[in-house]
């Protein structure tokens, strides 16, 4: 049902938030986003431009339902790595 582009996106959505602190239910304040040089490691991790990112967050703004799909394989990307 995803595209490539998508399913590359969800691995590295699930990394982003992973590294972030969000692996279940935590406080907003124990959130902590990656700093750039982390981000810019895991972009190129998934082979994914700044453009490109871009570009897929716009995207999915527009297009709810695959972002609903892509949500729901970035949970299963992390319930298969906390096991």
């Given at each position: 049902?995803?595209?490539?582009?998508?399913?590359?996106?969800?691995?590295?959505y699930?990394?982003?938030l992973?590294?972030?602190?969000v692996?279940?239910?935590?406080?907003?304040?124990?959130?902590l986003?990656?700093?750039?040089?982390?981000?810019?490691?895991?972009?190129?991790?998934?082979?994914?431009?700044?453009?490109?990112?871009?570009?897929?967050?716009?995207?999915?703004?527009?297009h709810?339902?695959?972002?609903?799909h892509?949500l729901?394989?970035?949970?299963?990307n992390?319930?298969?790595k906390?096991?």
């Amino acid at each position: 049902m995803l595209e490539p582009a998508d399913s590359r996106f969800a691995a590295f959505y699930s990394d982003y938030l992973m590294s972030s602190g969000v692996e279940g239910h935590v406080e907003r304040s124990d959130i902590l986003p990656p700093d750039a040089e982390v981000l810019g490691s895991m972009l190129a991790r998934h082979s994914i431009t700044s453009d490109e990112l871009n570009s897929r967050i716009r995207f999915y703004r527009e297009h709810p339902m695959r972002w609903r799909h892509v949500l729901l394989e970035v949970r299963e990307n992390i319930r298969k790595k906390q096991l």
